[in-house]
C-alpha cells in the first residue's frame, strides 16, 4: 500500500514540474503551417513575417505579419513581458525593442501591412530608399497601432487599402 502511494505521490509531483513554463527571454515557439494568428486566424507560413509575445501570464500569442501583433496588443491590452519579431533579411528571431522597422506600403507582407523588421539598421536603410518607407522604432509603431494608423481594409477579391 505504501509502495502505490509512494508511486502516485512521485507521478504527482513529476506531473507538476513538467507543466509547461514560457521563458520570456527566449523566442517562442511556432509551429509553421500548422499554428493560426491570434489575429486573423490564418496560419502562420513565413517566418520572415511572423512575430509573436508572452505575457505576464506566460501566455504565447502569435501572429502571421507585425501589424497583426499591433493590432491585437492595441485591442486587448494585455500585460506583455516581451514582444518578439523576425529579421527580415535572417529570419532569426530578435525582441521587437532592439529591432529597427521599415514601415511601407510597396511591401508585401502576409496581411498588407507593410511592416518589416531587422536587426542591422544598414539594410533597414537600404530597403526603406528602395520602396520609399520609414523607418520606425517599435515604440512608434505601437503608438500609431494604439491611434488606429495601421488598419488595413479587405476590399473585393482579396485587394487591401491602409488608413
Given at each position: 500500500?505504501?509502495?502505490?502511494?509512494?508511486?502516485?505521490?512521485?507521478?504527482?509531483?513529476?506531473?507538476?514540474?513538467?507543466?509547461?513554463?514560457?521563458?520570456?527571454?527566449?523566442?517562442?515557439?511556432?509551429?509553421?503551417?500548422?499554428?493560426?494568428?491570434?489575429?486573423?486566424?490564418?496560419?502562420?507560413?513565413?517566418?520572415?513575417?511572423?512575430?509573436?509575445?508572452?505575457?505576464?501570464?506566460?501566455?504565447?500569442?502569435?501572429?502571421?505579419?507585425?501589424?497583426?501583433?499591433?493590432?491585437?496588443?492595441?485591442?486587448?491590452?494585455?500585460?506583455?513581458?516581451?514582444?518578439?519579431?523576425?529579421?527580415?533579411?535572417?529570419?532569426a528571431?530578435?525582441?521587437?525593442?532592439?529591432?529597427?522597422?521599415?514601415?511601407?506600403?510597396?511591401?508585401?507582407?502576409?496581411?498588407?501591412?507593410?511592416?518589416?523588421?531587422?536587426?542591422?539598421?544598414?539594410?533597414?536603410?537600404?530597403?526603406?530608399?528602395?520602396?520609399?518607407?520609414?523607418?520606425?522604432?517599435?515604440?512608434?509603431?505601437?503608438r500609431?497601432?494604439?491611434?488606429g494608423?495601421?488598419?488595413?481594409?479587405?476590399?473585393?477579391?482579396?485587394?487591401?487599402?491602409?488608413?
Open positions: 500500500m505504501w509502495n502505490a502511494m509512494a508511486v502516485v505521490l512521485l507521478l504527482a509531483l513529476l506531473g507538476a514540474g513538467c507543466r509547461s513554463s514560457v521563458d520570456p527571454d527566449a523566442p517562442p515557439d511556432i509551429r509553421y503551417g500548422e499554428d493560426a494568428c491570434d489575429q486573423c486566424r490564418m496560419l502562420i507560413s513565413e517566418p520572415r513575417y511572423a512575430a509573436a509575445y508572452v505575457t505576464r501570464q506566460g501566455e504565447v500569442r502569435r501572429f502571421d505579419d507585425i501589424g497583426d501583433m499591433l493590432l491585437y496588443d492595441a485591442a486587448h491590452g494585455e500585460e506583455v513581458l516581451r514582444f518578439w519579431v523576425h529579421d527580415y533579411a535572417t529570419a528571431w530578435l525582441p521587437a525593442a532592439q529591432a529597427v522597422f521599415v514601415y511601407s506600403r510597396a511591401l508585401s507582407t502576409p496581411m498588407a501591412h507593410g511592416i518589416v523588421a531587422f536587426g542591422d539598421p544598414q539594410p533597414a536603410r537600404e530597403l526603406a530608399a528602395r520602396v520609399q518607407g520609414e523607418i520606425l522604432s517599435f515604440a512608434e509603431l505601437r500609431r497601432a494604439a491611434a494608423h495601421l488598419k488595413v481594409e479587405h476590399g473585393p477579391a482579396g485587394s487591401h487599402t491602409h488608413r
